[in-house]
């Protein structure tokens, strides 16, 4: 049994984000981390190992400096990595990513009791749409919002949340969970892991390493490929500040209560 | 008729799925179809409910009365709960086979489950979260006159490009982006709940309202899922969405937890209201998940929107910047939360706080 952990490095939108003239993000300006949601699901793969001893893989896709980002998860205790990366996977929507994502977990193989952990969205896009594409793609069972994963034999049991309340899931592996932070909470890198990190095994998996899977074809992967387009993209423009109120006392509140009722708002 | 999502002369009309937990319709149906109707009349096509469910045909009229034209019903046992496998099958089935031209779920956890995984299946593109949809070039241009600092005139358009144009905002609020499905149809969004108006509902429409059967297959060797059971929250939920008033705590709390939130629900009492909390206060545990306001939580627009001890990161300013008045208090007199409030009293929470419900109860006092 494995465990293949998809996990995404962002820009931390909640530090400073510098935006260019032109309105697209001046990514070089900004820090990057792992996604949130991603250190859950690796917090669930490694948590399924300490309990079962299975192996843990870790994949992304993006730049080569990504590596990094994966080799810290090595540290934590993940087993193998692999990372897809290439030029021709550049300007991926939600759609070609999880094709390209998908041919690439083939390649590393899914076997009949194998989950997929995905975080739930990444903090850049907060779409989440890729967990779910990625699961159709394969061809296999997802489900999203987990907060509790139990395995029994060849299927999980799944709390999946809802709005206003949740629901229990079993569902046969192979198959895909996306993760929620009320999941659990993300361990630290230990020393010992970050000794080993960098003899454990890292893959590169480039755009000649997944052309022959059905799922990568010029037509459906990188910008040419994503059927949504960015028509548009702009800052939204600061409302205007309103009125700084004179001190903070009785008298302040008051004043501000009198508005209020003035307006006809209380 | 083959299905071939790029012949996009085959696909016609504006279709809405409209969720139902429970046999009861959600909120969001009715706002995605008082929207839905407004791009119909745009591209001068009907407006289509799509009804999913086990004995749900009774919910129909009431879609009618928020606008559908039509609603196209899939009624099965094994559609009384939601399962990604069923209902993806039976909307992916339907939709090869009448082809709509738009295709619009609300973004609930249902809606975002489900959306990609069609939209993947039909080989189609897919918006997440959008917060606002036009077809018109002209009202588009109208939107970003308003909501942008692009220079709309100085660019040149396409006046009769029919595309969907389907916003949201990314990078966590710092960016809002406009995205297109042009090539492949149906063009499909998920919409944020709370944010589109929904309109008043319309008797002779709900009368008017044509009900259709399509064809489909769903075997209980579809599912690859088994729900167990469905539980509804032990604790009542608290309606953010639709509260006129909202008393939100942030980190300023801290010092105090339990004081500041008790200064939070006296103050939200006497304005009739409900406390909210940004991230720092969800993620401390402070409060419950469904109290989040912001990108990551719920968008909100109350007639009052009180932050305490909230520095306003961009990710909640996202979430309430349309309150119809803001009121911030923060002993930061640099807190970016003051960027966007109507009213700012720079002072300590923890005083201004319970002076600001006694006044508030003596100017309503003295009304």
């Known amino acids: 049994m494995k465990i293949i952990v998809c996990v995404k490095q962002v820009p931390d939108t909640s530090g400073k984000v510098a935006v260019n003239p032109d309105g697209t993000l001046n990514r070089a300006s900004m820090q990057t981390i792992i996604n949130p949601d991603d250190m859950n699901a690796v917090e669930a793969a490694l948590s399924m190992k300490d309990e079962t001893g299975c192996e843990v893989v870790v994949v992304t896709m993006g730049p080569p400096p990504a590596e990094g980002m994966l080799r810290e998860l090595l540290a934590m205790g993940a087993d193998r990595a692999v990372l897809i990366s290439g030029r021709e996977f550049g300007g991926s929507d939600t ?144 409302k205007g500040a309103g009125v700084m109120l004179e001190g903070a006392d009785k008298n302040t509140c008051a004043k501000l209560a009198n508005i209020l009722a003035e307006k006809h708002v209380i | 008729m083959g299905y071939d999502s790029k012949k996009i002369e085959d696909f016609k009309n504006v279709w809405v799925f409209c969720e139902q937990r429970q046999g009861k319709l959600m909120n969001t149906d009715f706002e995605l179809l008082s929207e839905g109707r407004k791009l119909a009349n745009d591209l001068g096509v009907k407006l289509v409910g799509l009804l999913l469910g086990d004995k749900v045909e009774g919910l129909a009229k009431e879609l009618g009365s928020y606008g559908a034209d039509e609603v196209v019903l899939c009624e099965s046992e094994l559609l009384k709960d939601y399962t990604t496998d069923a209902y993806a099958k039976v909307i992916c089935d339907v939709v090869q086979d009448i082809k709509p031209e738009i295709l619009l779920f609300g973004a609930s956890n249902i809606g975002r489950d489900l959306a990609p995984r069609c939209a993947a299946r039909l080989h189609t593109g897919l918006c997440a979260d959008c917060t606002h949809l036009d077809i018109d070039v002209p009202q588009y241009k109208e939107f970003l006159r308003a909501n942008s600092t692009l220079d709309v005139d100085g660019t040149k358009w396409d006046e009769g490009d029919r595309n969907l144009k389907m916003t949201r905002p990314a990078f966590g609020g710092h960016l809002m982006a406009t995205i297109i499905c042009p090539r492949f149809r149906p063009a499909m969004a998920t919409v944020r709940p709370g944010v589109l108006k929904k309109a008043a509902p319309d008797q002779a429409k709900a009368d008017a309202v044509q009900i259709v059967r399509p064809n489909f297959s769903l075997e209980a060797s579809d599912l690859k899922t088994t729900v167990l059971a469905v539980e509804k929250a032990a604790k009542e939920l608290v309606d953010l969405i639709g509260a006129d008033f909202i008393v939100s705590v942030g980190r300023g709390i801290a010092a105090d937890v339990e004081k500041g939130k008790k200064i939070a629900e006296d103050l939200a009492n006497e304005l009739g209201g409900v406390v909210g909390g940004s991230r720092a206060a969800i993620d401390s545990g402070w409060l419950s998940a469904d109290r989040q306001v912001g990108q990551t939580g719920k968008t909100v627009h109350p007639k009052v929107y009180v932050a305490l001890g909230i520095s306003g990161a961009i990710q909640h300013k996202v979430g309430m910047q349309d309150s119809e008045c803001i009121i911030a208090v923060n002993k930061n007199s640099a807190a970016p939360i003051f960027e966007v409030a109507d009213y700012g009293i720079c002072g300590d929470l923890f005083t201004v706080g319970p002076m600001l419900t006694e006044a508030i109860k003596a100017a309503k006092a003295a009304k």
Request: charged share 25%.
């Open chain 1, 95 to 238: 759609y070609a990513t999880s094709q390209i994502l998908a041919a690439g977990i083939k390649k590393i193989g899914i076997d009949k009791d194998d989950i997929i952990f995905a975080g739930r969205q990444a903090i850049d896009g907060d779409t989440a749409q890729v967990g779910p594409q990625m699961a159709e793609k394969l061809g296999i069972p997802q489900i999203t919002y987990a907060a509790e994963i139990k395995k029994d034999g060849d299927s999980i049991t799944v709390k999946r949340m809802l709005e206003d309340g949740f629901m229990m899931i079993k569902m046969q592996t192979p198959c895909l969970v996306t993760c929620i932070k009320e999941l659990n909470s993300p361990r630290y890198m230990s020393i010992g892991g970050i000794m080993t990190a960098y003899e454990k095994p890292l893959e590169i998996f480039d755009y000649a390493a997944l052309k022959d899977d059905p799922l990568i074809d010029l037509d459906t992967i990188g910008l040419k490929g994503s059927p949504t387009n960015i028509f548009k993209s702009f800052t939204p423009p600061q």
